[in-house]
Nanobody
């Protein structure tokens, strides 16, 4: 599976950004897609995920602020990020899991200024 991420950028605290991740290639049997992020001097952490059945999962730190959704027709997953905080700053990586195989997209930088 090839993943193309887009979105991200620089925003002030309290603002919003949207990320998208388009899947191509062998997209059949994708079990889940989502986003991890890597902040400076921190470990990579799961931000949000959505399964093929539509179940979602969020990091506690983003619950109520971020929303993950998917467009099956376009094989795309979106991450709407509202009420952004400086601690949301990091490189966001899209991923897809297909039959226990993980594929990753290129990272996209999100910077939230205070």
């Amino acid at each position: 599976v090839q993943l193309q991420a887009s979105g991200g950028g620089l925003v002030q605290a309290g603002g919003s950004l949207s990320l998208s991740c388009a899947a191509s290639g062998n997209i059949f049997s994708i079990n889940a897609m989502g986003w991890y992020r890597q902040a400076p001097v921190k470990e990579r952490e799961l931000v949000a995920a959505i399964t093929s059945g539509g179940s979602t999962n969020y990091a506690d730190s983003v619950k109520g602020r971020f929303t993950i959704s998917r467009d099956n027709a376009k094989n795309t997953v979106h991450l709407q990020m509202n009420s952004l905080k400086p601690e949301d700053t990091g490189v966001y990586y899209c991923y897809a899991v297909r039959r226990s195989v993980w594929d990753w997209g290129q990272g996209t930088l999100v910077t939230v200024s205070s």
